[in-house]
C-alpha cells in the first residue's frame, strides 16, 4: 500500500512497518541536499513528530513522522550520500522504517491521486 | 491580499521567469532565488566559469557636486563614510560603509570616482534610508539622485572577462575596482570590475529598456548561467564578505566586524583627514583600545551546517555562551559547512575551539582565517 501526506512524505506499507521517504515534488522544491540527519533505531515518534532533517545549501527543513510509530531501521546510504535523496527520492532515497503503533491509520493518508492532486 | 503585487519587479523580471527562475520576495523586491540548474550547481558554475546575476534591486545613486567640481562631492561623502573618498582616483571603485553616530553601520556601499561625480552602489533593503540619509547631509552642496531606470548585474568567475571581452574588447586592461563608461551592444553602460563572489568578475550598470538584450547576449555564451540569490549567498559567505542585516549592522562597528581595512589610513587617528565621519570617537577609539568582540569565520567539524542565529560556547556542554553565528550554511566548493559569527576578542584567534548549538547538540567549530576560498581578484 502506498501512501503520501500533505507534508510531502511517501509511507510504503507492508505488514505493520512504513518505509517513509519523501516525495518527488519535494526533493525538486528543496534542491541538492548536503546533509541528513536520521533519528536513532529505537526511537518513537507521535504522528507530526521531527523525525528527521534536511539541508539543501540554502536551508534546512524538517521531515515529520507521518503516524505514530517506532524507528525499526534508517538509511545510512543517504547521510553518506544526500545526493540519492535527489536522484531516487521514492526509492534508493527512502529515510526510516517506522513500525506503525496502529496500522489501520495509514487508511486516513493520501493516496497518489489525491497527492498528486495537492501538488498539482 | 495579494502579497506578490506588492513587491516590486526589476527590469529583468521578464528574463529571469522566461529563465525557469523561482522567484522569491527578497527586499521589497520579487527576486530570482534559484534557476533551474539548482543553487549548488550554480555556485560551483560561478568558480568554474561565469555566472550572471540580476542585482537590479540594488541602488544606484549619483552625488553630484553642486559647485561643479567633483572634490566638493568627494569631501561631502567623507562627512557620512570612514574612507578615503578625496583621494580615490577618477576610474576607481572603493568598498564604503555608512556609519551612525554610535559607530554601528548603517549599510555597506560601492563609491565609484566617475570624473564629474560619484557613482554609489547600495544595498537593496536600505536604499531608501541611504537615499533619505545622502539627502538629509548632502543635499546643501550636491545633487543626490537616485536612478530608478538603469538595471544592475554581476557576470562573475574566472570566464567573465574572456565573455565579456567578446562584447566590449578593452575589458581586459581594466584591473580590480577599476570602473569606465562603456558600450555593450548600443547599451550605454557603466562597468566596474568587481562583484561580491570572491572571483574575478564584473558589475555592470545597464539602461533598463536594455538590460534584457544584453543579458540575452550573455546567456548566449556557453560558459554563462544565470545564477540565483541563493547561490550569490554561499558564494559570499565562502568569500568571507559581509551580508548586512546579518554580519554587520546598526549594531556593529567596522572595527568589530574586522572591517578596518576599509578604513584607509588618512581617515584614522594622526591621519591628515582623521575622523569626521558619524561615530568617529567610537571607531577611532576602538582602533586605539581594540573591541571586545570580533566576526571571525567559522569552520565545522561534521556536516551539519550551522546557520544563523546559532549560538557559540566555549565549552560542549553549552554551559558558558560567547557569541553567535550570524551567516552559515553548505559551502559547496570546499564540501563542507562554513560560518560566521562574533565572539570575545579573546576567543577570535584562528583555531580557537568552540561549541556551535545545532537542534540542541553543541557542535564542535573551530575559528578559522577568512576567506575560507582564496579570491582570485585581478588586481
Known sequence: MLKFTAEHEWLKIDGGVATVGITTHAAEQLGDLVFVELPEVGSSFDKGGDAATVESVKAASDVYSPLDGEIVEVNQAIVDDPSLVNSDPQGAGWFFKLKLKNTADAEALLDEAAYKELVG | MNVASDLKKTPL??????????????????????????????????????????????GQVIVRARS????????????????????????????????????????????????????????????????????????????????????????????????????????????????????????????????????????????????????????????????????????????????????????????????????????RSGGDRAGGFPGADAILGQFASGATRRRVGLKVDGKAPVRPPARLYSDADGKAEVGHVTSGGFGPSIEAPVAMGYVPVALSAPGTRLFAEVRGKYLPVTVAVLPFVPNTFKR
Not at chain 2, 532565488?33 to 540580476?54: I, N, W, Y
Not at chain 2, 560601492?110 to 533619505?132: E, L, P, S, T
Open chain 2, 13 to 58: 523580471h521578464d528574463l529571469n521567469v522566461s529563465l525557469g527562475a523561482r522567484m522569491v520576495p527578497f527586499a521589497g523586491y520579487e527576486m530570482p532565488v534559484q534557476f533551474p540548474a539548482g543553487v549548488l550547481k550554480e555556485h560551483l558554475h560561478t568558480r568554474a566559469a561565469a555566472g550572471l546575476f540580476d542585482v537590479s534591486h540594488m
Open chain 2, 68 to 267: 561643479g567640481d567633483n572634490a566638493d562631492a568627494a569631501h561631502a561623502l567623507e562627512s557620512l563614510v570612514p574612507v578615503d573618498v578625496a583621494g580615490l582616483p577618477e576610474g576607481r571603485q572603493r568598498y564604503a560603509l555608512f556609519t551612525g553616530e554610535d559607530g554601528g553601520i548603517l549599510d555597506d556601499l560601492m563609491i565609484a570616482n566617475r570624473g564629474d561625480h560619484f557613482f554609489v552602489v547600495v544595498n537593496a533593503a536600505c536604499k531608501d534610508a541611504d537615499f533619505a540619509h545622502l539627502q538629509k547631509h548632502l543635499s546643501d552642496t550636491c545633487e543626490v539622485t537616485m536612478l530608478s531606470d538603469r538595471a544592475l548585474i554581476a557576470l562573475q568567475g574566472p570566464r567573465a572577462e574572456a565573455v565579456l571581452s567578446e562584447l566590449w574588447a578593452d575589458i581586459a586592461g581594466m584591473r580590480f575596482m577599476d570602473v569606465r563608461a562603456c558600450d555593450l551592444h548600443d547599451a550605454d553602460c557603466i562597468v566596474s570590475r568587481s562583484g561580491y563572489t570572491g572571483e574575478d568578475g564584473f558589475e555592470i550598470s545597464i539602461p533598463a529598456d536594455k538590460a534584457e538584450k544584453v543579458c540575452r547576449h550573455l546567456l548566449d555564451h556557453p560558459d554563462v548561467l544565470p545564477i540565483g540569490l541563493g547561490a550569490r549567498d554561499s558564494l559570499r559567505l565562502e568569500a568571507g564578505l559581509c551580508l548586512y542585516g546579518n554580519d554587520i549592522d546598526t549594531t556593529t562597528t567596522p572595527v568589530e566586524a574586522a572591517l578596518e581595512w576599509a578604513i584607509q589610513k588618512v581617515r
